[in-house]
């Protein structure tokens, strides 16, 4: 049977080269391609049966962990390794903690990228070798709460980063007002924050890829 991939990059070089890759391997592989988002967001539409997502960790319009947190929010069912040039190890733990199924460096050659596909297509996680995921920070719980929040949450916690207030949110979602201020409650009750400002705060350092400031032990 034919697994399914979808490779998300705005690079098309880097995309055929990885196509390529993956047709080197033994497993009957059909493999999409999407240079952003939304592209990706209408192929899973058209068909959400999809094995595994290959996401790029920056590409325009998602920086940082937000194209992560948005696709875990849209399409929890579908696996998601992410494919960065960023092999720092306190990242890499980030992207495990809001829910990818590995980790895989550009840099790593064609064995070891067949490797980590049939790692994760088989169930489990890759995690780049010599990489150190042990140690817990602050920014650790953080994740781990930010990974409680149901789909609905992320949506909202996310419009919220961008400026929109609750009756905007509800139009947007088709959802009502109450709907919303009930979801903002949960969400700061879960991210354990005290307003809606320090949640909105965490959630724009994600969404901008403000690595250093969400790593440092006194980030909101």
């Known amino acids: ?33 999407a240079g952003d988002l939304p592209s990706l967001s209408a192929a899973l539409e058209a068909d959400r049966d999809c094995d595994l997502v290959l996401l790029d960790l920056n590409m325009p319009g998602a920086h940082g962990f937000s194209g992560l947190l948005l696709l875990r929010a849209q399409y929890p069912e579908v696996p998601v390794m992410i494919i960065s040039a960023v092999e720092d190890a306190k990242v890499i733990r980030r992207t495990l903690e809001l829910g990818a199924a590995g980790y895989l460096p550009k840099s790593v050659g064609p064995a070891e990228i067949r490797n980590a596909i049939d790692t994760v297509l088989a ?13 817990e920070d602050d920014q650790s719980a953080f994740m781990r709460r930010l990974s409680t929040l149901t789909p609905q949450q992320i949506r909202v916690l996310m419009m919220l980063s ?10 947007e979602l088709s959802i009502s007002e109450a709907t919303v201020k009930a979801h903002v409650s949960s969400i ?8 809606r400002t320090q949640a909105v705060i965490a959630a724009s350092r994600i969404e901008q890829g403000q690595f250093e400031q969400l790593l440092s032990p006194d980030a909101a």
Do not use: C, W
């Not at 700061?188 to 307003?195: A, F, H, I, N, R």
């Open 1 to 33: 049977m034919s697994r399914r991939i979808i490779i998300v990059d705005d690079h098309p070089l880097f995309r055929a080269a990885l196509r390529q890759t993956l047709a080197g391997g033994e497993q009957a592989i059909a493999v999409e391609e």
């Open 123 to 135: 169930g489990g996680v890759f995690v780049p070798e010599g990489v150190d995921l042990s140690g």
């Open 162 to 171: 961008s400026g929109l207030m609750n009756k905007q949110i509800a139009y």
């Open 188 to 195: 700061l009750q879960k991210l354990d924050v005290d307003s």
